[in-house]
């Protein structure tokens, strides 16, 4: 039996993870999964998210230990192409990783690391909220999930720019999946519009842009962040920087 690649892709919110998802979901190798720790996350923390209860009813909410037996271990199910997949795409928010879940499994799984600069994060996370903490935009938890993965595989586990794979996407797509021992599909570039059955219950409050969307689009002008948001970008700064000078 041929072996599954389980690539646990770290990202925060705001950043193209979505679409990135959709362009190894269009790969006929490769099944993906949608946030797999978020209903455990709500439960856990009482967050009053959009959708809050669809969202925990719709997942495992109660053992952050099924989810990770789930991430490394459980067979998959035929993907949304008939096939029995060799791929196995996890878009994982790494805010989603509170302190009581242990990481001993990342080293089961191969990881890749989404970044976006903290300023570009924090104005497109103003859209929908306009107070924002630390804690909510994950660039502390994602450095914190970085050294772990390179102190288990003695070396800087592969990181992405959002940014880069906007610019040119192919080039940047190619990088990645050479960085994690795959083959680069060109299938990835494009796929249908629509919802997906493996979206998150929540991509109705959040994915419509994704949704409308066939392709990654150009990178968009930045937009101006707003002044009381400015310490907060300087606060996520190292953070980004401590993986972006990995980056490919």
Same mark, same amino acid.
């Given at each position: ?45 009482? /967050? ?39 791929l196995h795409y996890q878009k994982h928010?790494?805010?989603?990783? /509170? ?13 890749? &690391? ?24 994950? &660039? ?5 999930? &970085? ?18 794979? /906007? ?35 929540? %991509? ?9 969307? %066939? ?8 937009r101006p962040l707003p002044d009381h ?18 980056? /490919?």
């Amino acid at each position: 039996m041929v072996e599954v690649i389980r690539l646990a892709m770290w990202s925060g919110p705001r950043n193209i993870s979505t679409a990135m998802m959709r362009a190894f979901e269009n790969r006929a190798d490769c099944a993906v999964w949608d946030e797999p720790f978020y209903a455990w996350y709500l439960s856990e923390t009482g /967050l009053n998210h959009p959708m809050r209860d669809a969202v925990i009813a719709s997942g495992e909410a109660g053992d952050w230990r099924a989810i990770v037996r789930d991430c490394t271990v459980t067979p998959l199910a035929r993907n949304r192409h008939g096939q029995h997949p060799l791929l196995h795409y996890q878009k994982h928010m790494t805010h989603h990783m /509170l302190s009581q879940v242990g990481l001993d499994w990342l080293g089961q799984v191969a990881n890749a &690391f989404l970044i976006r600069k903290p300023e570009a994060v924090l104005a497109s996370y103003h859209d929908r909220h306009t107070e924002i903490a630390l804690r909510d935009v994950g &660039f502390q938890e994602q450095a914190v999930l &970085f050294d772990r993965v390179a102190q288990q595989i003695g070396a800087a586990p592969v990181v992405i720019d959002s940014a880069d794979i /906007l610019t040119n996407p192919e080039q940047a797509l190619k990088r990645l999946c050479s960085g994690v021992g795959i083959g680069f599909d060109p299938a990835m570039l494009s796929w249908p519009t629509g919802r997906r059955d493996s979206d998150g219950v929540w %991509s109705a409050h959040w994915y419509k842009s994704v949704e409308a969307s %066939s392709g990654f689009s150009p990178p968009r002008p930045s937009r101006p962040l707003p002044d009381h948001l400015r310490s907060l970008a300087d606060e996520c700064q190292p953070y980004y920087e401590q993986l972006a000078r990995y980056k /490919l």
